[in-house]
């Protein structure tokens, strides 16, 4: 990693996994082992005030060269991986109202070349490309420390080309009539509050409660032998999470102005 020149940061890293995963079969006791090849990734980074405007943003690249062998303990096979991908943020700040909005965006891309393709299109896993944006305000407004407003939204397409039988049967209307799982979109709205309470003379640690809302979204399309075919309809969910957390050993930072 690189000093900050300018409010810009360049990273950087290589490396080898080995990673292996017992996984339990019908008889067989299988697993996945993962090594060989390499994983590297850059990214550049910026921060820095403009006038009464705070701004970071940050591109990334990573590529997966690793190979994944799954077999039983006398065999096996390998996929070689060449995986590559995508993502970039930007979030702003104006200081004098906390007002506040970032936007993330990326895609990977997976190797064209596998052991198990689509059915139908005869494709490997495609490209995942998803979208995340989140705004809001950060004010103090009753004296005790910021309180955060905010809302949010992701959009996540993937391109599956999945042919497992378990997961055809689960989806599809008409039985054994979806040979591909082609593609999925995943859909996420949400908003919260917030609160940190400042340290006092009798509490020497900052103390956030934190209450969240998300409601929850996935379509699927399936193809058959002649084309798209019925899926069933994935219900939509919802999800409330709250909480408290304890910091000690901080500072509050000032991330917002106060009015006189």
């Given amino acids: 990693m690189t000093p900050r020149i300018l409010g810009f940061q360049l990273a950087g890293s290589i490396g080898r996994p080995q990673d292996i995963t017992f996984v339990s079969g019908n008889v067989r006791k299988w697993f996945l082992e993962k090594n060989g090849g390499y994983w590297k990734d850059a990214a550049l980074r910026y921060r820095d005030d403009w006038n009464d405007f705070r701004v970071m943003a940050g591109v990334g690249i990573w590529r997966d060269t690793t190979e994944e062998k799954l077999r039983p303990l006398d065999q096996g096979t390998v996929d070689r991986t060449r995986d590559t991908g995508l993502a970039g943020s930007f979030a702003i700040f104006h200081k004098p109202t906390g007002l506040n909005i970032a936007i993330n965006a990326g895609k990977a891309k997976h190797s064209p070349v596998c052991h198990n393709p689509g059915e139908v299109t005869g494709q490997c896993r ?135």
């Fill in 126 to 260: 495609g490209e995942i490309r998803f979208l995340y944006v989140k705004g809001g305000i950060v004010r103090d407004f009753f004296g005790w420390g910021p309180t955060a407003l905010y809302g949010e939204h992701y959009i996540g397409p993937r391109a599956e080309h999945e042919s497992a039988g378990d997961v055809l049967r689960t989806l599809e209307v008409t039985p054994n009539q979806a040979r591909e799982l082609e593609k999925s979109v995943s859909t996420i709205w949400g908003a919260g509050v917030v609160q940190t309470l400042k340290p006092s003379s009798t509490r020497n640690y900052i103390t956030d409660f934190y209450v969240g809302y998300r409601h929850y979204t996935l379509d699927v399309r399936l193809l058959g032998a002649a084309g798209a075919v019925p899926a069933r309809k994935v219900n939509d969910f919802d999800a409330v999470l709250a909480g408290i957390r304890f910091r000690w050993g901080e500072r509050l930072k000032p991330v917002y102005v106060e009015d006189d």
